[in-house]
């Protein structure tokens, strides 16, 4: 009879515990209600209010003579520093100390960092490209073994597409490190071409050929004067090299107009082009 009035009292007062505690909570979620429904206000707030200046920084910008590649990248990182701000700003309302926020910020950046070292190059990376800018969207670029327009310059990673329609995403670590060609910046670009005849040919009559083909292609240009020379004397073959300037934009339909045209006048006047042959002599 004792023992079950002991365990009665017992089971009374983990009642009373559990009911106090419910009320405690209650009435501090009660006073803390204005202060979190205040705390979230701030933050949609302010996430629409940073969209609305993401929009308008975007819009100067284009109006600018900024970049369209660097655009992008710029707009991810104010996002991402204008978001911080907010939630920083939020925490802030709801009474977290600054300085507990400082060390949170801190030890997550510096978890982060040692996690994602390759994303912190490329965040890196695209601040090197951003200001070195050694090309700019629209132009074509080979960088290591690929080659393609530059589309835009993202916070990790630059995007290129391909002659093919390919997209190419390149981490902007390996960009600012990489040998980077850009064919595009110079309003003029050395087309480069080798045409190969019979050794039984005239090849001042070849080289004169191609000089008349050059005079009447309207793309070739004058000035630099092109180059057409005999350039080497091959196992099967003369060599004429033929060296031309040519605008930039206009470089590929020069390339095959030349290729086309050399072909059409060579066997109109009798020009070979030889292959490689092999004379094979039988001793008896």
């Not at 992008?72 to 939020?90: C, D, E, M, Q």
């Not at 902007?172 to 045409?195: C, H, Q, W, Y």
Request: proline share 3%; hydrophobic share 50%.
């Amino acid at each position: 009879m004792i023992m079950l009035l002991i365990n009665n009292e017992e089971v009374v007062s983990d009642v009373a515990k559990a009911t106090s505690f419910i009320d405690n909570f209650a009435e501090r979620l009660k006073n803390a209600l204005p202060t979190l429904i205040f705390a979230v206000f701030v933050l949609i707030i302010g996430i629409v209010i940073v969209k609305i200046i993401a929009k308008i920084i975007s819009k100067c910008m284009k109006k600018s003579t900024v970049d369209n590649a660097a655009v992008v990248f710029l707009l991810s990182f104010i996002r991402i520093i204008l978001y911080t701000i907010v939630v920083v700003s939020a925490l802030t309302i709801i009474g977290v100390p600054m300085s507990s926020i400082i060390t949170l910020i801190g030890a997550a950046g510096l978890a982060v960092s040692l996690a994602l070292q390759s994303c912190l190059s490329n965040l890196a990376g695209g601040f090197i490209i951003l200001f070195s800018k050694p090309f700019k969207s629209g132009d074509l670029i080979e960088i290591d073994s690929s080659t393609g327009m530059v589309q835009s310059i993202n916070i990790l990673y630059t995007k290129m597409l391909t002659a093919d329609n390919k997209t190419i995403l390149i981490p902007n670590g390996k960009v600012a490190d990489a040998k980077i060609v850009n064919f595009s910046e110079m309003p003029t670009r050395r087309l480069d071409m080798t045409f190969d005849i019979s050794y039984t040919n005239d090849f001042e009559k070849a080289k004169a050929i191609i000089g008349s083909i050059v005079d009447k292609n309207q793309l070739i240009l004058k000035n630099p004067e092109p180059l057409i020379r005999l350039g080497a004397h091959k196992d099967s073959a003369l060599e004429i090299v033929v060296k031309l300037w040519v605008p930039n934009d206009k470089y590929y339909e020069a390339f095959y107009d030349m290729s086309e045209a050399v072909k059409s006048e060579f066997d109109k006047n009798g020009i070979e082009i030889p292959y490689n042959q092999l004379d094979v002599h039988i001793q008896k």
